[in-house]
């Protein structure tokens, strides 16, 4: 089995900045396209950034230039850089992965989510 675990929400001005840490562990062969998701209350879950194995990122259009993935392959470990936060930012943030856990077979896995509240 394979956990990730999400950290770094919280709290926030606007304008401000937060740093979210997701960190996989278990039966893990490799880690493919790696990403962000976030869900507002009473919306649907959005994409919000994703990074593949090789570095390419996608970001959703509301957070270009504000936010940044990056993952650090050592620690299986996924992080969202964002800055500059909006009212509008505020969701439940999920990290996701897919992972391959044997020779030709991958899964894709969710974090528990975490809080991240932009209000003054």
């Known amino acids: 089995q394979v956990q990730l675990v999400e950290s770094g929400g919280g709290l926030v001005q606007p304008g401000g900045s937060l740093r979210l840490s997701c960190a996989l562990s278990?039966?893990?062969?490799?880690?493919?396209?790696m990403g962000w998701y976030r869900q507002a209350p009473g919306k649907q879950r959005e994409l919000v950034a994703t990074i593949t194995s090789g570095g390419s990122t996608n970001y959703a259009d509301s957070v270009k230039d504000r936010f940044t993935i990056s993952r650090d392959n050592a620690w299986n470990t996924v992080y969202l850089q964002m800055n500059s936060l909006k009212p509008e930012d505020t969701a439940v943030y999920y990290c996701?992965?897919?992972?391959?856990?044997?020779?030709?077979?991958?899964?894709?896995?969710w974090g528990q989510g975490t809080q991240v509240t932009v209000s003054s």
């Open positions: 278990g039966r893990i062969f490799s880690i493919n396209a």
């Open positions: 996701n992965a897919d992972v391959q856990i044997r020779v030709a077979i991958t899964r894709n896995y």
